[in-house]
């Protein structure tokens, strides 16, 4: 049974910086797609950032080039999300994701099989 777990999420100022960490079981992280969606009050849930298996290729969404990073630790089986100069916009809540997905279904939420239950991120003005 695949579990993800994510932690990290909190209260923070605009400008600040956050790390989400997503710490999986149940599978391996070197033979799967890994991802991060959030979704806002009353907004859809949306694409931030995808990592391949192999780690060596990341996808983020246009809202968050250059702000967020995506990486994983093999070792620890663990995927993270660093941010840094959060803005109020990225309010919302976190998610992992990890499934079987090829370039061109990174950034598609339905790509992927299994979820986490979320972090909530809330940043102030």
């Known amino acids: 049974q695949v579990k993800l777990e994510e932690s990290g999420g909190d209260l923070v100022q605009a400008g600040g910086s956050l790390r989400l960490s997503c710490a999986a079981s149940?599978?391996?992280?070197?033979?799967?797609?890994w991802a991060w969606f959030r979704q806002a009050p009353g907004k859809e849930r949306e694409f931030v950032a995808a990592i391949k298996p192999s780690g060596a290729s990341t996808r983020y969404a246009d809202s968050v080039k250059g702000r967020f990073t995506i990486s994983g630790d093999r070792a620890k089986n663990t995927v993270y999300l660093q941010m840094n100069n959060l803005k109020p916009d990225d309010t919302a809540v976190y998610y992992c994701?990890?499934?079987?997905?090829?370039?061109?279904?990174?950034?598609?939420?339905?790509?992927?099989?299994?979820w986490g239950q979320g972090t909530q991120v809330t940043v102030s003005s």
């Open positions: 994701a990890s499934g079987r997905t090829i370039s061109s279904s990174m950034t598609d939420g339905s790509a992927y099989d299994s």
């Open positions: 149940g599978r391996t992280f070197g033979n799967y797609g």
